[in-house]
C-alpha cells in the first residue's frame, strides 16, 4: 500500500485504495475465470437438471443425490460461483487493518512512535486512555493543530500525514453512523452512500455471476430457487456487504464498492467471449 500510495496513487488515499482494489482483483482474476466457466455450463444442464426436478419431485434426497452425480459427470463444482466472494474475506480483515492504522502501514510510523503520539493526543484531548486513540484520531489531530507537530517531531513530520477526504465529500478513515447523521451532516450524510452503493453492487454482482440464460421460464418454482446455493448468495451478500460498510471505516466500503463493480464488468466481458467461443463451434 506504501508503494501505491508513494507512486502511482500520487500520495492520494483513495486512489491508493483504487489501485489496491485492481491489484487484488488482477491477482483473482485466474479463479473468477474458472468460476464463470463453471456457471455457464452449469446454465446449459439446466435441461437435465429440470428434468431431474420433475422425476424426483418428492423425493429430495434423491434428488440431492441425482444432481450431484450429474455435476461429477461434467467435472462441475456447483458451490464455484460463491468461492471468489469468500476469498475476499480475508482481504476485507487486512484491509480493515490497514485502513484503520494508515500511519502504520502506508507512511511508516514505527508503533513506538504511535504510542508516544496516542498519549501526546490523549493529553490535548483529556482523553483518559491513550490505547482510545486511534491512528485516525491521531492523523486528524495534527492536520488540524500542525502548529502542534514541531513537539513532536522525532515521531511524526508533516509530509507523514494523510488527506483521508476522497472527492473531497467522502472522509474514508470516518465509519458510517445514523446516530451521528444529525451532529455532523457534513461528514456522516455522504457516508451513508457508501453501504447503499455497496449493498447495490453486491447485488448487481451476484446477479451478473447466477444470470442463467439458458432458463427461459419466467417463473421459476420457489422451493426450487431457495434450494439453488447461487440464488441464496444473491439474497444473503448485499444484506452482509450493507451490515458490514456500516460497522467499519468508509475505506473498506469503498475497496468493496471498485471491487463490485470491477467484478460486474469481468462477469459481463467474459460472458461475451464464452457465448462467441460456443457459437463459433456450433
Known amino acids: ?28 482474476f485466474p479463479l ?6 463453471s456457471l455457464l455450463r452449469n446454465q446449459e444442464l439446466q435441461p437435465e437438471i429440470e428434468e431431474l426436478r420433475r422425476l424426483y ?10 444432481q450431484m452425480k450429474l455435476y ?11 468461492l471468489p466472494t469468500l476469498i475476499q474475506f480475508p482481504l476485507i480483515i487486512s484491509l480493515y487493518r490497514i485502513v484503520t492504522q494508515p500511519l502504520t502501514y502506508i507512511s ?8 508516544a503520539l496516542q498519549k501526546f493526543v490523549a493529553n490535548a484531548q483529556n482523553i483518559s486512555k491513550s490505547k482510545a486513540v486511534s491512528e485516525i484520531v491521531i492523523n486528524d489531530f495534527f492536520l488540524k493543530n500542525t502548529d502542534k507537530l514541531a513537539e513532536v517531531s522525532e515521531h511524526i513530520t508533516g509530509g507523514q500525514l494523510l488527506n483521508m477526504k476522497f472527492l473531497k ?12 447523521l444529525f451532529s455532523d451532516p457534513k461528514v456522516y ?10 449493498a447495490l453492487t453486491s447485488y448487481l454482482i451476484q446477479k451478473t455471476t447466477t444470470a442463467n440464460s439458458a432458463n427461459k421460464k419466467k417463473k ?10 447461487l440464488e441464496t448468495m444473491t439474497k444473503i451478500m448485499p444484506i452482509i456487504s450493507l451490515l458490514i460498510t456500516f460497522n467499519v471505516p468508509a475505506g473498506v466500503g469503498l475497496y468493496w464498492i471498485i471491487g463490485n463493480v470491477l467484478g460486474i464488468g469481468q462477469n459481463y466481458i467474459t460472458k461475451k467471449v464464452f457465448q462467441k467461443k460456443k457459437e463459433g463451434n456450433v
Open 1 to 28: 500500500m506504501k508503494l501505491i500510495y508513494d507512486t502511482i496513487a500520487f500520495q492520494s488515499y483513495g486512489l491508493t485504495l483504487i489501485y489496491f482494489t485492481i491489484f487484488v482483483r488482477i491477482l483473482l
Open 108 to 115: 511508516g510510523v514505527s508503533i513506538t512512535a504511535i504510542t
Open 32 to 37: 473468477n475465470l474458472k468460476q464463470q466457466k
Open 189 to 198: 450524510l455522504p457516508l451513508l452512500l457508501i453501504p447503499i452503493i455497496s
Open 169 to 180: 465529500i467522502f472522509d474514508l478513515g470516518m465509519t458510517p453512523s445514523l446516530s451521528k
Open 72 to 82: 461429477q459427470k461434467y467435472n462441475i463444482n456447483p458451490m464455484a460461483g460463491c
Open 220 to 229: 421459476e418454482d420457489e422451493k426450487e430457487k431457495a434450494s439453488n446455493p
Open 57 to 66: 419431485k418428492n423425493d429430495k434426497e434423491k434428488l440431492n443425490e441425482e
